[in-house]
């Protein structure tokens, strides 16, 4: 390990140092007589792989060019993107305008090699690449970077429909001109480029949607998608508009079983007929989700070239999402406390051969039945303005963003139970079957009329009114200078630039109890009843649903607060401002074999700072409520290099060395804290964040084998990469930390001893790192390749095996994956994607399948904050046929489809440590999708 870290280290000093060196030592390589140079074989072959590459380029830029459409082009339009690039990319590229080749965005990213998705409410919504945590890649939409409606960076890809989209690149080694480049990767989707189009083009499309878990209480299981998308040239083609809008309304229908955690061993004789040691859950729920999700978005693209040296590109970008659902809940607390009804006791208990509680009988039992309500709306608005402009043989560019991000969210809980006179119940539990965990009631919980709002075991219920907004404005300016012709045969020119970003983040969440009126403990008035829910499932039987925020309105009351001690720490403010310079050499030489790549640095200065409120108890009442802030500045130099060597005109080695910086979370990095002092001993202590927290920092090396074949598509690829973490985050607690602030005029209580300046403070804290790597194999390949008879057919494949010596231990990971070190999180060591199609005479089908080990996911919990879970890995398949009518059919221009997501219903599992501890498992149904495109 040290021998590989000095090696790195070597390396990545030489390119960052030597970069002048490095370029000159390579020249005399070609200082060859003129006759010699002009006439080998070797210049010929460069020169053949440049055409081809130039032409491959094009041809990935130019997508509405071509004439043949379908899945069949996008793939060699991707293939293209990666054969052409100068550093190691994965590659999306539309079918068509208005079509990428999945449901959604993030579905298309995942198929990728060493990429995968993490599933929100049945959809792929986060994205790791290379088996980091989203929180290692960055997002861009056209080479500009994003801001998000979650309470970090990464990117909700949900948010931007796929219909507005042309393709995506995913790159895997960063070049020094790459602004806002990720550790693990980036991720750069693109819209559409009017002038790279020859000619008008429009496309309508509009499909049907119907999920198969139905439909219940007030939601429908239909949906719909509509998209229309336009793009035309005007004076003389100096002159190009493209604009799109995309519509969906998505249907929310979910199943889930839910145990509580920690599971936690039980002492002898603390629940009667439960061995002592026992691995035992405290509480079990079963729920069925119902709602929509609606989102509109709008792309707009004014390209303007009004002579060879000015070209002016406007972007703008809109989307705005409402999510509305309900989830009724049958839940029962199986631990000591019962509401004061008396024990709860325990017979016939299953205990496996892992001391885990699998089942049994639990009496004395007082269930509730809950309504919970979430309303969220997400709204995303992107401007960019680039100018590009040639003086001379001088390339400049000046590229002007903004893009600003809105959430805004209402979550209410209401909480019935069987009254008037209090009805225990007797639960027949069994947590073994591979499905759902069954919870089987002795009582019927079916009529409304019988469950009373009433101040339960858990409150009358509990609200939150979480808000987030995030704003990012940012100021490009580059050039591209030609070299002299000294060293032009190796580096034909140089990029240097500047980026200024300036992004503030804020976060607010008003929460607070919601009690039952002055009428007291009531039913509920049918007019507020949906009707009843089959939790069948799981054993418990129908159980009504009600219109939540219409119960709170007439029955409750609700006064959300950011006051109350518990709840000051949970708002704050951001702030960022970074400052990025760079220089890049472009190479395109012979060093025996033709060579392209380029090799540079990136100087980025980061000014980092957080504002937040403390709650400080040991003050007189009306000064408890103190604002804090804190932040830090930084310098990270970045070298970089990616070689690519042309082996023959369709087989190439890439090799790439870099210094990567991923920023810290934003959660981690706010100033909030919870803080106290200790009366016994006047020691002060807290936990929170940390605004001066240093990034993740990486050293990377890469090596990629490609073997292409013909402007077919296809390829074989394999692909190592070697990542050294110098520094990694952990949750960490020092005992020297600086409280003189705090402590300030503390008057400790009588016979209390005066408060200490320092104590301890749990946050975010930089610390070791450690190694990560992976191996990637993938194809594309037509199978008329192999025989003329197979003309038509095609698989994609690609299989990545991820390992890290990295392991965490955080005090806030013990209640969900155990107490012990644990894997990074978002790492699946093995990921699987394959892809068969079929596509001709207008004829389409493929099936897709999406394969990820266990991982370790990132959920928010009932706080809001972030939760670390095991994952069971999953399997995803998917499927589509289409027609498309060609030239000789009156309906030309007409393409119907038929897709299915999900075929097998596969569902969502978490547990605590080993999988005979279950706390999750959840079905969100299959979808199914019907629907046509017009392209005139």
């Known amino acids: 390990m040290i021998f590989k870290r000095n090696v790195l280290a070597l390396a990545l000093a030489s390119v960052g140092f030597c970069a002048t060196s490095a370029v ?31 032409k491959k380029k094009q041809e990935a830029t130019q997508l509405g060019v071509v004439t043949v459409s379908g899945f069949a082009q996008s793939v060699q339009n991707a293939t293209a993107v990666k054969q052409s690039s100068d550093e190691i990319v994965e590659a999306i590229s539309a079918e068509d305008i208005g079509k990428l080749p999945d449901v959604s965005i993030a579905e298309s990213i995942a198929r990728l090699p060493g990429v995968s998705a993490q599933r929100v409410a049945g959809r792929a919504q986060v994205i790791s690449v290379r088996g980091l945590s989203p929180d290692f890649a960055t997002t861009l939409l056209n080479g500009r970077e994003m801001v998000s409606t979650g309470d970090n960076r990464s990117v909700e890809f949900d948010q931007y429909p796929s219909e507005l989209m042309s393709g995506v690149t995913v790159y895997k080694t960063p070049n020094a001109s790459l602004i806002g480049q990720g550790l693990s990767g980036t991720l750069d989707m693109h819209t559409v480029r009017p002038l790279d189009y020859h000619e008008d083009v429009a496309v309508v499309g509009v499909r049907g949607q119907h999920n198969s878990l139905g439909s219940a209480a007030n939601a429908s299981a239909n949906g719909n998608r509509f998209n229309a998308s336009y793009i035309g040239q005007f004076l003389d083609r100096t002159l190009g508009i493209a604009v799109g809008y995309a519509h969906s309304l998505t249907p929310t229908q979910e199943n889930q079983v839910g145990l509580y955690e920690p599971w936690e061993q039980v002492g002898a004789g603390w629940r009667p007929g439960v061995p002592a040691g026992t691995f035992y859950s405290e509480g079990i729920k079963a729920l069925r989700r119902t709602g929509y999700t609606k989102r509109d978005g709008v792309m707009a693209t004014v390209e303007w070239r009004p002579s060879d040296q000015w070209t002016s590109t406007l972007d703008l970008f809109h989307t705005k999402a409402t999510q509305k659902d309900t989830a009724n809940q049958f839940e029962v607390n199986l631990g000591d406390y019962n509401g004061g009804y008396g024990h709860i006791n325990v017979t016939n208990p299953v205990i496996n051969g892992n001391g885990t509680f699998t089942g049994g009988t639990a009496a004395n039992l007082y269930p509730l039945v809950r309504g919970m309500y979430d309303s969220r709306h997400d709204t995303i608005n992107a401007a960019g303005w680039k100018n590009e402009f040639t003086a001379g043989q001088v390339s400049i560019v000046a590229d002007l963003s903004y893009s600003k991000a809105k959430r805004r969210e209402l979550e209410l809980e209401t909480n019935t139970q069987l009254e008037p006179v209090p009805q225990l119940d007797t639960l027949n539990l069994n947590y073994s079957s591979s499905n759902f965990s069954q919870l089987s009631p002795g009582l019927d919980y079916s009529d409304p009329s019988k469950l009373y709002l009433r101040n339960t075991i858990y409150g009358s219920g ?53 009690n039952v009126g002055a009428q007291g403990d009531t039913t509920i008035a049918p007019d507020l009843q949906y009707g009843l829910v089959d939790l069948g499932f799981a054993g418990v039987g129908r159980i009504p649903s009600w219109y939540v925020p219409g119960v709170v309105a007439r029955y409750m009351t609700f006064q959300p607060s950011s006051d109350a001690s518990y709840l000051v720490s949970k708002a704050w403010a951001l702030s960022e401002k970074i400052t990025t310079a760079y220089a890049m050499g472009n190479i395109d030489t012979t ?56 082996l023959t005109e369709e087989q190439m080695l890439r090799v790439a060395l870099a210094k990567q910086v991923a920023r810290p979370r934003m959660d981690d990095m706010r100033a909030s804290m919870d803080f106290g002092v200790d009366s016994a001993t006047g020691k002060p202590g807290a936990s929170g964040g940390n605004p001066k927290l240093d990034p993740w920092r990486a050293n990377a090396f890469d090596l990629s084998w490609e073997k292409y074949f013909g402007d077919s598509g296809g390829y074989v690829a394999a692909a190592f990469f070697y990542k050294e973490l110098t520094s990694y985050i952990y949750t960490q607690t020092s005992d020297n930390y600086d409280f003189s602030a705090q402590v300030a005029g503390y008057t400790p209580p009588p016979g209390s001893p005066p ?62 994956v155990g107490n012990g070190p644990i894997n990074l999180p978002g790492l699946s060591k093995r990921v699987y994607n394959l892809t068969a199609y079929y596509e001709k005479n207008g004829f389409d089908a493929r099936i897709s399948e999406r394969k990820r080990s266990d991982f370790i996911g990132e959920i928010g919990n009932f706080d809001g904050a972030r939760t670390l879970r095991y994952v069971v890995g999953e399997n995803i398949f998917d499927a589509q046929v289409g027609y498309t009518f060609g030239p000789a059919s009156s309906l030309h221009g007409l393409s119907v489809q038929l897709q299915a997501s999900n075929l097998t219903n596969a569902p969502y599992r978490t547990y605590a440590g080993t999988k005979d501890r279950p706390l999750e498992y959840i079905e969100w149904g299959r979808t199914y999708l019907l629907g046509a495109t017009y392209k005139f």
């Open 591 to 646: 060093w025996g074999v033709p060579v392209r790549g380029n090799i540079g640095v990136q100087l980025q200065h980061a000014d980092q700072s957080s504002s937040a409120n403390l709650f400080n108890g040991t003050q007189p009442v009306g000064s408890q409520i103190q604002a804090i802030s804190s932040g830090k500045a930084y310098t990270d130099v970045l070298p970089s290099l990616n070689l690519a060597f042309s």
């Open 462 to 514: 509990y609200g939150k009114v979480p808000r987030v907004s995030d704003e990012l404005k940012s100021a490009k300016l580059g050039a591209i200078v030609p070299m002299p012709d000294s060293i032009s045969s190796v580096v034909p020119n140089v990029e240097i630039g500047v980026n200024y970003a300036d992004r503030e983040k804020n976060k607010q969440q008003p929460e607070g109890n919601i």
């Open 24 to 54: 000159y030592a390579a020249a005399p390589q070609n200082d060859q007589p003129a006759s010699s140079q002009d006439t080998s074989q070797t210049a010929k072959d460069a020169q053949a792989v440049k055409d081809a590459k130039a």
């Open 755 to 816: 408060a200490l300046k320092t104590g301890t403070y749990s946050s975010p804290m930089n610390g070791k790192g450690g190694s990560l790597r992976g191996l990637e194999l993938s194809t594309s390949l037509p199978l008329k390749l192999l025989t003329p008879v197979l003309d038509g057919f095609g698989i994609l494949a690609s299989a990545s095996f991820n390992d890290s010596s990295i392991k965490i231990l955080a005090p806030e990971n013990a209640t969900s």
